[in-house]
């Protein structure tokens, strides 16, 4: 690492975006197997670190040599993730790709990819490997799991059964590494409402972002307000620094001003754009199995309130929101439909919350789906996500997880492992039950807490802390503070993994994973 951090280094604005990003717009329409990502999965930051190109210049590269491997030091399922790049792109300068050990001036936090970070301007996220750990030289593309088996496109036509049973996965045609074109309205926000008072006399003022990959300028960005029959001009707006090469590596944020007579007739507001090759967005989502690349026209509905007690005003909905609540005009009635898909055929006896809840290890593993229980114990090797995701949620209500995570041909396994309902009576009772344990595999443990003695944190149990402050630091966004019990004793939490915050909200469990900035060495764990 000092021979690394001795090297010149350089400094590049790169906006980085996940090959999911809008992927809950898809999810609407079927469910993928992705995250429901709504429009922010994206960023935009300033990356220092050594290029590539002058480390392999200066390592020295063998004959025959046509791919480079990366890997990181993230322990998955079935394998360490990792990576390949042809060592034509790798060796390009032009290209600008770091070895990133900055971001934004400061040195990388533990969730950016402390200590090293690829970053490779204009390709999908996935691509640029967190907490690097090893770099190959070789004359065939890697075979690590993960560079086959996620970031695909595959064709509308093909299932997760036909992708094994056909060899899809190890078509490499399918790989994603380039960014595609895409753009997105940000304002007016999801929800909003404006009344004829609130609206300026020059017209309502629109913002998004858009952004294409490999370096091509969004050279275009235009609005409708009669659903794409005519299109107005947006104002794009650059970073300075956003060129390099002759090479755009940052989004651009567009604005543009609708006049107030076209808006109060207009039933939706679209965006699209088009870059330096005069790639352009469809006008529909094209689904894939997933949820990948999705930049489709993005289109806000516009509705007119005529309540007898308010005064009239627009309101506008967003496709959808982050996350699992129903909100968006796409998703309105996907959860309804999501709960019938998921009721198994058979009946079943009645379970306590308080039952379930002893049943959360590795040789009794149940979870609770929709007020349904599932024992899945002779499931746990089989499940893709590996077993301690599975085992996390042993013994609870596992339902945003599922329905967040998991696509359709998931619910084939509802009967085979279906034993019974929640009883209504104890629905009651569940804000009284304590937070039931979390318990994955011994090795786990031993991978996540090595070199750690006598950490306060453990996969095996939660811990009770105290809420000492809540601070705001946006409209939606707190900073909270927790008291320790015992400040004594290192934290002990490995880079690159969550810490789970869970309390029991208005009757339900409720968990959400946070990976903290920090601590990143023991000297800064001995002092939280």
């Not at 940000?186 to 913002?207: A, F, I, N, V």
Request: charge should be negative; include cysteine.
């Amino acid at each position: 690492m000092d021979e690394l951090a001795s090297m010149p280094a350089c400094q590049i604005l790169v906006t980085i975006a996940c090959d999911g990003n809008r992927r809950r717009e898809l999810n609407s329409i079927r469910k993928t197997r992705g995250f429901n990502w709504g429009p922010g999965a994206i960023g935009c930051a300033y990356w220092t670190g050594v290029r590539l190109c002058d480390l392999l210049t200066h390592c020295g590269v063998k004959d025959g040599a046509r791919f480079v491997w990366f890997e990181g030091a993230d322990h998955l399922h079935e394998d360490d993730y990792g990576t390949s790049l042809p060592l034509s792109t790798a060796m390009d300068p032009s290209n600008d790709i770091i070895l990133a050990q900055q971001m934004n001036d400061e040195r990388l936090s533990p969730d950016h990819g402390f200590p090293v970070r690829l970053v490779i301007p204009g390709f999908v996220g996935a691509r640029m490997v967190k907490w690097l750990k090893s770099i190959k030289v070789a004359s065939k593309e890697t075979q690590n799991y993960y560079h086959w088996h996620d970031n695909k496109l595959l064709p509308t036509s093909v299932d997760s059964v036909e992708a094994a049973e056909e060899g899809w996965w190890y078509n490499s045609e399918y790989n994603l590494y380039e960014q595609n074109i895409n753009s997105v309205i940000t304002y007016p926000t999801h929800g909003e409402k404006l009344s004829p008072d609130q609206l300026p006399p020059e017209g309502l003022s629109l913002r998004g972002y858009a952004y294409s990959g490999g370096g091509r300028k969004i050279v275009r960005v235009e609005y409708s307000v009669d659903e794409g029959q005519t299109w107005y001009l947006c104002e794009r707006h650059y970073p300075r620094e956003a060129v390099l090469h002759n090479k755009y590596w940052t989004w651009c944020h567009w604005t543009a001003t609708v006049d107030v007579w076209r808006l109060t007739r207009a039933r939706s507001i679209i965006v699209r754009g088009f870059d330096s090759s005069m790639n352009t967005q469809p006008p529909t989502l094209n689904w894939n199995m997933l949820g990948e690349m999705n930049n489709g026209w993005y289109k806000v509905i516009v509705e007119m309130s005529s309540l007898i007690l308010e005064p009239p005003s627009l309101q506008f909905q967003h496709p959808v929101v982050p996350g699992s609540a129903a909100q968006g005009w796409m998703v309105k009635d996907q959860l309804l439909s999501r709960y019938l898909e998921l009721q198994p055929t058979s009946s079943g006896k009645e379970f306590t919350v308080e039952e379930v809840a002893k049943h959360n290890t590795p040789s009794s593993c149940w979870v609770i789906i929709r007020d349904m229980v599932f024992d899945l114990t002779n499931f746990i090797r089989e499940h893709p996500g590996g077993a301690p995701t599975l085992l996390a949620h042993a013994g609870s209500d596992a339902t945003e997880v599922f329905e967040g995570a998991h696509a359709e041909d998931s619910f084939r396994w509802r009967d085979a492992y279906f034993i019974g309902y929640i009883g209504r009576k104890w629905a009651k009772e569940i804000s009284a039950e304590p937070v039931p344990p979390v318990v994955p595999p011994r090795e786990l443990e031993r991978i996540a807490y090595r070199g750690v003695p006598g950490a306060v944190l453990s996969p095996r149990k939660w811990l009770q802390i105290e809420l000492k402050a809540r601070k705001p630091q946006t409209h939606d966004t707190l900073l909270l503070t927790f008291q320790r019990t015992d400040p004594q004793k290192p934290l002990g939490l490995p880079i690159g993994h969550h810490i789970y915050l869970a309390d029991t909200i208005g009757g339900s469990h409720v968990s959400r994973p946070y990976t903290p900035i920090m601590p990143i060495s023991l000297e800064e764990d001995n002092e939280l």
